[in-house]
């Protein structure tokens, strides 16, 4: 990671190294975290000291903490909506990342953003819950037949749904990975462990070890890295939260053995522990049930880390662009394969933007 | 000492621009860069009497340039950037100047959440302001350049930002936008008024824009409360008309016209409610200038 980007990742570890900020730095901070998506985070960690910023900075996390606030009132009118529409569906439903945090107050929720409301729900009630959806509004983007195909017979999600009066966009996954993914895990038991939502009659979210999982999970099968910082941060807020009980950690990793989601748990604690210092035992990275080979972390390390720091142009290496393509064409090689993967590729570089 | 942008030698200015012109309107600084010779012609007619700053905070780096590859030379075409960000598709590069306002303004709208922002023109006399909601072809911008160009301080011809914290004006005092008809309408009737380059054909058809007066741009640090909203309403030969206005409607009003009304939640309702507790509002109805601005003496006195 480039220097100018040391004092933003320094801000995100200890908030407190904000109050000393020049405007210099803040110059570059800000713009730093906004590109990231973290302005609102950085907002939440000094909001306890937020005099002792300089005005001119402290309007601009205070207005990212009021969009992030408007946003968390949103999710929660939308749940209530959603909750009616699914009323009589059977089998739980399950909130996925940003709709979690904001509706549970989970730790990664304060000043966060988010663009879309993540379901879960079994396999088999796939098609009761599409049409309790359509029934209230919710319609499929418009997609042609192949990305109908693309999502309905190798993804692990439905295309996305939006409702036609709110707006709100809406992802229902029936997997926390594609069904084509080289990796297989077990979304039942995913789903039979987690927790139901006080206040939302219909909703529950991941039990606490699952919540790491899942969003380790969708980070590092991901191929998009423009919230790559913002989701590892959410990973930093879990970890934080749920690291002081002692009993937490070895049960994380006896959950990644059983949901066989080892190697992403491995790259999330690397990776937060490397970024942002979470704190956690120290026999945990050698004791993550799937650990990559010393050459393979190593040529992981060389990825991962520009690719983290790619939101914001200043912080970008030469190295980032080949990174950013190498994670994307890594994210579809662990999607499906090869025999899908090429065509899939080929066709997705040629197809026009046509309706 | 402190140095304003009209201090600055033709040759100075484009340094600055190439490098980064540390430009500050009322609570906001602008880093902007720019090869633009209209951009920099525009900024040195309209925005003379704004203070330079010199590295430290910045709330926006932008940037308007021309597009590179082949439309750099065949019929090109510029682009606005906030910090390496396109927002908008680009412009023909003779829009460079409008495009630099457009930008601005949708920086401060779309980022300055601190602040409850209504779009409406806000001006004040005796330490009273008046804002103006109006809609588009109501004669908005035609009635703001004309008080301003007799005697009235501009605080903004678009954006009414109020403060959280006590409920007052916050001034920009950045240059008028004035549309199609509304230019040659000024220009006769006010001829000591300095207006930049005209933009034929933009999205808003022909636009250029009126320099702020110099009293107002010294006084862009001084709040201002709200004492009257104005609904005006130009209308061929009617004579001109001041009539009570709902503040129920008016309330109505600025929260659907808000740029963040609802994003504000709870703050939004209690701001826009003192607000409107503390205004007398009013319909305005005109067709000649001379007494549109009899009657807002009305107003401030």
């Known amino acids: ?48 000291f937020s005099e002792q910023l300089p005005a001119a900075v402290w309007r601009h996390l205070e207005a ?25 569906t059977e089998g739980p439903v399950v909130l996925l990342k940003g709709a979690a945090y904001a509706a549970a107050d989970l730790p990664p929720a304060a000043g966060r953003i988010f663009t879309d409301i993540d379901l879960l ?85 991941p039990e606490p070890a699952d919540q790491v999982l899942h969003s380790a999970t969708h980070l590092f099968h991901e191929g998009e890295w423009q919230h790559g910082l913002r989701d590892l941060v959410d990973l930093d807020a879990l970890l934080r939260a749920y690291g002081g009980d002692a009993a937490f950690w070895p049960h994380l990793l006896a959950r990644a053995e059983t949901l066989n989601l080892g190697r992403p748990l491995y790259y999330a604690l690397r990776y937060a522990r490397r970024l942002l210092r979470t704190p956690m035992p120290e026999y945990l990275e050698a004791s993550c049930p ?47 394969p090869a025999h899908l993967l090429v065509p899939h590729l080929l066709r997705k570089a040629f197809k026009t933007d046509e309706p | 000492m402190a140095v304003n942008l009209g201090d600055l030698s033709p040759a100075e200015l484009r340094r600055h621009l190439a490098r980064g012109l540390d430009l500050r309107t009322g609570p906001f600084r ?51 950037r906030l910090d390496h960000h396109a927002p908008f598709k680009p412009l023909p590069a003779n829009h460079a100047f409008p495009l630099l306002e457009w930008g601005m303004n949708w920086c401060i709208a779309s980022h300055a959440q601190h602040y409850l922002m209504l779009h409406a023109a806000v001006l004040e006399r005796n330490g009273r302001a008046v804002i103006l909601p109006g809609d588009p072809g109501a004669g908005k911008s ?72 110099r009293a107002s741009v010294r006084r862009m640090d001084e709040k201002a409360r709200a004492a009257h909203i104005v609904f005006p309403r130009w209308r061929a030969d009617a004579a001109v008309k001041l009539s009570r206005h709902s503040k129920a409607d008016a309330f109505i009003h600025a929260a659907t016209h808000g740029f963040n009304y609802s994003l504000l939640g709870r703050l939004g309702f209690e701001l826009n409610a003192a607000l409107i507790d503390t205004c007398e509002c009013w319909d305005f109805e005109y067709s000649r200038l001379d007494e549109a601005l009899a009657a807002f003496e009305s107003l401030a006195s």
């Open chain 1, 1 to 48: 990671m480039k220097p100018v980007c040391d004092d933003f990742l320094h801000a995100l570890r200890e908030p407190a190294v904000m109050a000393g900020f020049d405007a210099e730095t803040w110059d570059r901070v800000v713009r730093q975290a906004r590109a990231a998506g973290l302005l609102g985070r950085l907002g939440a960690l000094a909001s306890g």
């Open chain 1, 121 to 205: 729900v079994p396999r088999a009630q796939l098609g009761e819950t599409e049409s309790a959806l359509m029934l209230d509004g919710w319609i499929t983007s418009p997609h042609d037949a192949y990305d109908l195909r693309y999502y309905r017979e190798w993804m692990h999600e439905l295309p996305p749904m939006q409702h036609i009066r709110r707006q709100t966009w809406l992802d229902v996954h029936h997997n926390i990975l594609p069904e084509t993914a080289r990796r297989k895990t077990r979304p039942a038991l995913f789903l039979a462990a987690s927790i139901p939502l006080p206040g939302f009659p219909r909703f529950s979210i």
């Open chain 1, 290 to 336: 799937e650990r990559p080979g010393r050459l393979a972390a190593a040529l992981l390390d060389t990825l991962f880390l520009p690719a983290f720091a790619s939101a914001h142009a200043e912080c970008r290496t030469p190295l980032s662009g080949p990174a950013a393509l190498a994670l994307y064409v890594r994210s579809h090689w662990l999607r499906m």
């Open chain 1, 64 to 88: 990212a903490l009021t969009l992030a606030e408007q946003q968390r009132r949103a999710v929660h009118y939308e749940l209530r909506h959603l909750g009616q529409s699914l009323e009589n």
């Open chain 2, 142 to 213: 035609t009635l703001t350049a004309a008080l301003i160009l007799s005697g009235w301080r501009l605080l903004s011809d678009e954006l009414t930002l109020i403060d959280r914290n006590d409920g007052l004006i916050v001034p920009l005092a950045r240059p008028v936008s004035l549309k199609n008809q509304s230019i040659e309408i000024i220009r006769a009737a006010f001829p000591e008024a300095v207006i930049g380059d005209i933009a034929l054909d933009t999205h808003k058809g022909t636009v250029a824009h009126l320099k702020p007066p």
């Open chain 2, 30 to 80: 602008f880093l902007i860069r720019s090869h633009s010779p209209e951009v920099a012609r525009g900024l040195a007619t309209l925005y003379p009497d704004f203070p330079l700053r010199d590295g430290g905070f910045r709330d926006f780096h932008i940037q308007v340039d021309k597009v590179s590859g082949p439309r750099r030379w065949y019929r090109p075409q510029c682009n606005f």
